[in-house]
C-alpha cells in the first residue's frame, strides 16, 4: 500500500528511469579504487626507491674495498655518493651507514656473537659478564664484528638505512605508518694491498 502511494506521488516519467545510477554506483566504487591506486603508486615507488639503493650501495662498497677505502675522509666521500643518488628518490630522508668488518666472509655470513657467560640468562653480555675478546677490540660484539671498514683482505659488512615520510598518504587511510624504512646491505673484501692483520690470543675480560 505505501509502495503503492509513493509511486503515485512520483512523476510518470520518473518510474522505472535509471538515470543517474552510474553516478551513484562510481561513488561507491571511486573511494576503493583510489584506494587500491595509491597503494600501488606506493609500492611501485618503494621497490624502485630500493632498487636504485642497492645498486648505489654495490658501487660505493667497490670504491670502498679500495686501498683508499680505509681513509675516514674516503669513506665520507662514498658515503656523500649514495645519499646524493638516494636523496632525489626519496626526499627528505634519514640516511645511515655502517661499515662492519670481519676476517673471512664465513665470519661476516654467520655473525655469532662472542663467547660469553649468560650469567642471569638475558641473552645479552652485561652485569660484569665474563666474554671473549675475540678481537681484542675491548668491547663484546654480538656479531662478531669491528667497527669500520677493516684493512686488506678483511670482509666487510656495508649497510645503509633509510627512513623517509611517505609520498602518498595511503597509510593515512588504513591505520599504518606514514614513514618508509629502506635498508640494503653488502659484503665485499678488501683488496689484498697489504698484509692482513692477525688478532692476538682472545682475552678474557667483563662486560659493562
Not at 72 to 87: C, L
Request: proline letters at 4%.
Amino acid at each position: 500500500m505505501l509502495r503503492a502511494l509513493s509511486r503515485r506521488n512520483v512523476p510518470h516519467e520518473l518510474v522505472g528511469s535509471q538515470t543517474g545510477i552510474t553516478l551513484v554506483e562510481f561513488g561507491i566504487v571511486a573511494p576503493v579504487l583510489c584506494v587500491m591506486l595509491l597503494g600501488a603508486f606506493d609500492m611501485a615507488h618503494t621497490l624502485y626507491a630500493r632498487s636504485v639503493l642497492e645498486g648505489t650501495l654495490q658501487k660505493a662498497a667497490r670504491d670502498a674495498s679500495l686501498e683508499a677505502g680505509t681513509d675516514a675522509a674516503v669513506r665520507a666521500v662514498i658515503d656523500q655518493k649514495v645519499r646524493d643518488q638516494v636523496a632525489p628518490l626519496v626526499g627528505d630522508a634519514d640516511i645511515r651507514f655502517t661499515r662492519r668488518f670481519y676476517r673471512t666472509f664465513s665470519d661476516a655470513a654467520a655473525a655469532r656473537a662472542e663467547t660469553w657467560t649468560d650469567s642471569d640468562s638475558n641473552g645479552s653480555c652485561d652485569n660484569g659478564e665474563p666474554y671473549d675478546d675475540e678481537n681484542n677490540n675491548g668491547v663484546w660484539d654480538s656479531d662478531g664484528g669491528n667497527d669500520g671498514q677493516g684493512g686488506a683482505k678483511d670482509a666487510t659488512l656495508y649497510t645503509v638505512r633509510v627512513s623517509y615520510p611517505r609520498f602518498f598518504p595511503i597509510y593515512n587511510l588504513i591505520g599504518g605508518s606514514n614513514t618508509a624504512r629502506l635498508s640494503a646491505s653488502t659484503v665485499l673484501r678488501n683488496q689484498p694491498y697489504g698484509d692482513q692483520g692477525s688478532y692476538e690470543a682472545p682475552q678474557v675480560r667483563n662486560c659493562t
